[in-house]
């Protein structure tokens, strides 16, 4: 079946260092890849998104590109905050009934001063 | 714009006992779905609705129910909560935009049961 896996957290980074949380996925078909982060004690919130092979989404400094040879689809930021602690969770979704997500186990990010 | 909506925020229940969990969707939304999030886990999805009807159901036993009403909000119901059942349900609302649909969650319910 579908399945989405990312790279173990904690990642652990200084403030203004370079951020990759690897994702990979297994699909029969061409899905949807979504980044979604959580922040302590809240709900999901949709970061960026990428509908077809090649297309990169970007959202708030962050980027992600989507890979159909390698089935990756890699977050990076170039330079993080420790506002940007949080769960990160990679998705894949295809379109028609019932277009569920299917997300990974999450990465933990903590950026520290 | 008022965005999806949960109630309660924490729930404590005893084993076996039932619970309803509620969910109003973002304005313009007609899909609603669930989620259940275990501890240290990524979502899992539960169901979803469609303009009222069920249209698809990931991998959960039929104590797990739902409904969607004409207002588009909508209810999860567990029967006969179990202490696996302890966890974090999202909800969360969709429209299709042509090309995907996103979906936009709710802060969730945190339900434990002991």
């Known amino acids: 079946g579908d399945s989405v896996t990312q790279m173990e957290g904690p990642v652990t980074l200084s403030e203004e260092a370079f951020l990759t949380i690897n994702c990979t996925y297994t699909?029969?078909?061409?899905?949807?890849l979504f980044w979604y982060v959580q922040y302590p004690g809240e709900g999901l919130q949709l970061l960026l998104k990428?509908?077809?092979?090649?297309d990169k989404g970007s959202n708030k400094g962050f980027e992600a590109t989507y890979r159909k040879e390698t089935t990756s689809f890699h977050l990076e930021k170039g330079s993080v905050q420790v506002s940007d602690s949080a769960v990160y969770f990679c998705?894949?979704?295809?379109?028609?009934?019932?277009?569920?997500?299917?997300f990974g186990t999450g990465t933990r990010l903590q950026v520290t001063l | 714009e008022t965005g999806v909506t949960q109630s309660p925020t924490h729930l404590i229940k005893t084993r076996g006992q039932q619970v309803t969990l509620r969910c109003s969707s973002q304005?313009?939304?007609?899909?609603v779905s669930w989620y259940q999030q275990a501890l240290g886990q990524g979502p899992q999805f539960i169901f979803q609705?469609?303009?009222?009807?069920?249209?698809g159901r990931g991998n959960f036993p039929p104590r797990f129910s739902g409904l969607q009403f004409p207002n588009y909000s909508s209810e999860l119901n567990v029967n006969a909560l179990e202490l696996d059942d302890s966890a974090l349900y999202l909800c969360?609302?969709?429209?299709?935009?042509?090309?995907?649909?996103?979906?936009?969650f709710g802060p969730g319910t945190r339900l434990t049961v002991t």
């Open positions: 969360a609302s969709s429209f299709w935009d042509r090309v995907s649909y996103e979906q936009y």
């Open positions: 699909a029969t078909g061409y899905p949807s």
């Open positions: 990428a509908t077809k092979a090649d």
């Open positions: 998705a894949l979704q295809y379109t028609g009934t019932a277009s569920k997500l299917t």
């Open positions: 304005s313009g939304h007609n899909t």
């Open positions: 609705y469609y303009r009222e009807e069920e249209n």
